[in-house]
Every structure is written in C-alpha cells, then in structure tokens.
C-alpha cells in the first residue's frame, strides 16, 4: 500500500513538488521523506472541476480564475484529495503541511481549512466543501462532481 507525504520546507520559493512516498508501516521522518522524494505527475489534480498544481500552488476554479495558495493550503488540500473521501486528523494535516505534531491550542490547520473553504464558496455550483468532522478531523466531501486525479 503506498500512500503520500507532504513534505515540510521553510523556502517559500522552493517550488519542489509537495508529495513523498509513505510505507505501510507509517510516516517517514522528514529526512527520509527529502532523500527519497517522488515526483508527482505535471499534471495538475482534477476535482469537482477545480485544478490544484502543487508544483506551482495554485487552485484554478470552475470558471478559470486561478489564485496561488500558501504552500501550507496547497499541502493540506493536496493530503484531503488524496485521502479519496476518508476523513484525515488534524494531527496528520498538521504533520503533512508543517511537519510537526499538532498541540492542542494549535489552530493553524484551521486556518488553512478555513482559507480553503473561502476559495470552495467562490464555486458554489461544484459542490466541493470541506466538512468538519467532530473530534475526528476534516472531510473533502466532491458530492458527485468528482473527475480523475
């Protein structure tokens, strides 16, 4: 089974694709992670007729307009997509986007969810939306809208 990792980078212009391999067994500490990064497609993410390219961070609507995301949403964005309609803890988003373990009062996560969110509502008519699922974590739910990614 081979799922991803979002690897963490203080260089906001580093513009290295986000996602690294995963084994079976778990994350790979960061290090690992760097040494063994696996390139995504050039392709960008096809969902609910939004485009994410996590190379360049940038989330293009229904209607064409693009906006760059902080490399955190990106990473974030890019880790509920590929959870395919599970729900991810904010312990794993916070380890994908920031590469550390989240703290109780640690509210950055909700931040990104909620500048994700605010991009969502500006395409209503796709349907996509994140959904808090309590005491569990967040859901990308693509209702029926969904297209190869």
Partial sequence: MSMTLLVVDDDDDNREPLCNSLTDTGYKTLAAAREEQVVLDEEPLIFA????????????????QSQPLPRSDCRV???????????????????????RDHLPDDRSVDMCISRLRQQLRRA?????????????GYLLSLGSARSGS
Avoid at 83 to 96: G, Y
Avoid at 124 to 136: D, H, K, Y
């Fill in 49 to 64: 007729g939004f485009s994410l390219d996590p190379i360049k961070h940038l989330l293009t609507r229904p209607d064409g």
């Fill in 77 to 99: 964005l890019c880790e509920l997509l590929q959870a395919d309609s599970r729900v991810v803890s904010r312990d794993q988003l916070t380890r994908s986007a920031f590469g």
């Fill in 124 to 136: 209503p008519a796709a349907g996509a939306q994140i959904l808090t699922i309590r005491n569990q």
